[in-house]
């Protein structure tokens, strides 16, 4: 069966060039980088390699680099390791369970905890952030680019109310990187979280950026590694998997692609713009296909890969499973929880009606998504959602009456 991958929000593939880098690391050098011998030697300046690769793509220093399991573990250490008990945290309604979780745990622990509101966009308002600012505030965690719609946040913005109050800033940065440029310097932010499985790199490794002078309480205990903000070995291979992923994917930000002919606007803007033309072609197509259907977040700045569909009368769970019968893996931002599906906590944020968060999916495009594919998609979506409209008793009613 013919089969096509638009979840890349959900997990990326690892690309051919990192999977050649870390197969020595497996093999012959496998060694611990502790240890003082070739082995260790080896391993040790693998691992300082790659640190120095990450940093560079998010504009740090290799020492401001810790290595992680993957996001969630670098969200946890980048705000667990900066408050204590009696803190006051701001976050937003829309982050990832990594994030809210933690903070819904702040606030079992005795912190107090502010969730921003978000416009119908899915944009945090700095002006709220700044105006739920309190004399014992700690910590703001707001994230760089949503995984459900991709919009992008106004971080920087964030990032100087922060430091003007003289309070710490950690953003999410999982689904920005590798899509957009991040200068952790211009957003001003003391932690910031990424993971590899998103940029093409191996599931269970990951990365947070510590600005240098910003002391992280660290939440594994063990030996003294990563300059004692996360014991434990270095995953050797998922480090220089990510450090491998990390170099490529600053490349493919600065790659000049193919040119639009009579313009030069892909060429400013790098292989990122490739990629949101064939997003942009896919979301116009489908839209223009079908009534009753739009694009959640359309208007804000979103990352090039991601869009998220409403298409109204369906059941998103029941469209994902229907896609994937034909060979279209996509998926919706419903959760299951106490054995109900609900929907995205993130579009019932923006204010859309439980109905169109329960109708809506997200579709998301990867370095290896090619024209063929996005041809597929549009030729797939259209149909499966027309059918599923056919056969459903509301849809008919509201046809005939
Ligand atoms: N933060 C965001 C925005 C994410 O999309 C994800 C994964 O989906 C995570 C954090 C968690 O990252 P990981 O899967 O590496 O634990």
Same mark, same amino acid.
């Given at each position: 069966?013919?089969?096509?991958?638009?979840?890349?929000?959900?997990?990326?593939?690892?690309?051919?060039?990192?999977?050649?880098?870390?197969?020595?690391?497996?093999?012959?050098?496998?060694?611990?980088?502790? &240890?003082?011998?070739?082995?260790?030697?080896?391993?040790?300046?693998?691992?300082?390699?790659?640190?120095?690769?990450?940093?560079?793509?998010?504009?740090?220093?290799?020492?401001?680099?810790?290595?992680?399991?993957?996001?969630?573990?670098?969200?946890?250490?980048? +705000?667990?390791?900066?408050?204590?008990?009696?803190?006051?945290? =701001?976050? &937003?309604?829309?982050?990832?369970?990594?994030?809210?979780? /933690?903070?819904?745990?702040?606030?079992?622990?005795?912190?107090?905890?502010?969730? +921003?509101?978000?416009?119908?966009?899915?944009?945090?308002?700095?002006?709220?952030?700044?105006?739920?600012?309190?004399?014992?505030?700690?910590?703001?965690?707001?994230?760089?680019?949503?995984?459900?719609?991709?919009?992008?946040?106004?971080?920087?913005?964030?990032?100087?109310?922060?430091?003007?109050?003289?309070?710490?800033?950690?953003?999410?940065?999982?689904?920005?990187?590798?899509?957009?440029?991040?200068?952790?310097?211009? =957003?001003?932010?003391?932690?910031?979280?990424?993971?590899?499985?998103?940029?093409?790199?191996?599931?269970?490794?990951?990365?947070?950026?510590?600005?240098?002078? /910003?002391?992280?309480?660290?939440?594994?205990?063990?030996?003294?590694?990563?300059?004692?903000?996360?014991?434990?070995?270095?995953?050797?291979?998922? +480090?220089?998997?990510?450090?491998?992923?990390?170099?490529?994917?600053?490349?493919?930000?600065?790659?000049?692609?193919?040119?639009?002919?009579? /313009?030069?606007?892909?060429?400013?803007?790098?292989?990122?713009?490739?990629?949101?033309?064939?997003?942009?072609?896919?979301?116009?197509?489908?839209?223009?296909?079908?009534?009753?259907?739009?694009?959640?977040?359309?208007?804000?700045?979103?990352?090039?890969?991601?869009?998220?569909?409403?298409?109204?009368?369906?059941?998103?769970?029941?469209?994902?499973?229907?896609?994937?019968?034909?060979?279209?893996?996509? &998926?919706?931002?419903?959760?299951?929880?106490?054995?109900?599906?609900?929907?995205?906590?993130?579009?019932?944020?923006?204010?859309?009606?439980?109905?169109?968060?329960?109708?809506?999916?997200?579709?998301?495009?990867?370095?290896?998504?090619?024209?063929?594919? +996005?041809?597929?998609?549009?030729?797939?979506?259209?149909?499966?959602?027309?059918?599923?409209?056919?056969?459903?008793?509301?849809?008919?009613?509201?046809?005939? &009456?």
């Amino acid at each position: 069966m013919h089969r096509v991958y638009l979840d890349n929000n959900a997990t990326t593939p690892v690309l051919p060039e990192v999977f050649e880098a870390m197969r020595p690391y497996y093999l012959e050098q496998f060694g611990n980088a502790s &240890s003082i011998h070739h082995y260790g030697q080896h391993a040790r300046a693998a691992v300082e390699k790659a640190r120095a690769s990450v940093a560079a793509l998010v504009n740090a220093r290799p020492a401001e680099i810790v290595f992680t399991s993957g996001g969630t573990e670098a969200d946890n250490l980048g +705000i667990f390791g900066l408050v204590q008990r009696g803190d006051h945290i =701001i976050t &937003s309604t829309i982050e990832h369970s990594a994030v809210l979780n /933690t903070c819904k745990r702040l606030e079992q622990m005795g912190c107090e905890v502010t969730f +921003i509101p978000v416009n119908g966009r899915g944009e945090v308002d700095p002006a709220d952030v700044r105006s739920a600012l309190r004399p014992n505030t700690r910590l703001i965690s707001i994230m760089m680019a949503n995984n459900e719609t991709g919009v992008i946040q106004p971080v920087e913005e964030i990032g100087r109310i922060a430091q003007k109050a003289d309070v710490f800033f950690h953003t999410d940065a999982v689904q920005a990187a590798g899509k957009v440029v991040i200068d952790a310097q211009k =957003i001003a932010c003391d932690t910031l979280t990424i993971s590899g499985h998103k940029i093409h790199a191996p599931q269970g490794t990951g990365a947070l950026f510590v600005r240098k002078g /910003t002391l992280i309480q660290p939440q594994i205990y063990g030996g003294s590694h990563e300059r004692q903000r996360r014991a434990g070995t270095e995953n050797l291979p998922g +480090i220089v998997g990510l450090g491998k992923a990390a170099e490529l994917a600053k490349l493919w930000l600065a790659s000049p692609s193919a040119p639009t002919p009579g /313009t030069d606007r892909a060429r400013e803007s790098g292989g990122s713009a490739e990629m949101a033309a064939m997003r942009d072609r896919l979301q116009d197509t489908v839209i223009n296909a079908l009534e009753d259907a739009g694009v959640n977040g359309l208007g804000a700045p979103r990352v090039p890969n991601t869009t998220n569909f409403w298409f109204d009368h369906i059941e998103g769970e029941a469209l994902v499973i229907a896609l994937d019968l034909k060979g279209l893996a996509v &998926s919706s931002g419903a959760a299951c929880s106490s054995g109900a599906i609900e929907p995205s906590h993130v579009l019932l944020a923006m204010g859309l009606p439980h109905q169109r968060a329960r109708a809506s999916i997200r579709v998301s495009l990867g370095k290896q998504t090619t024209q063929a594919d +996005i041809d597929f998609a549009i030729k797939v979506i259209p149909e499966t959602v027309g059918r599923l409209r056919e056969i459903s008793p509301a849809y008919q009613k509201q046809t005939v &009456s």
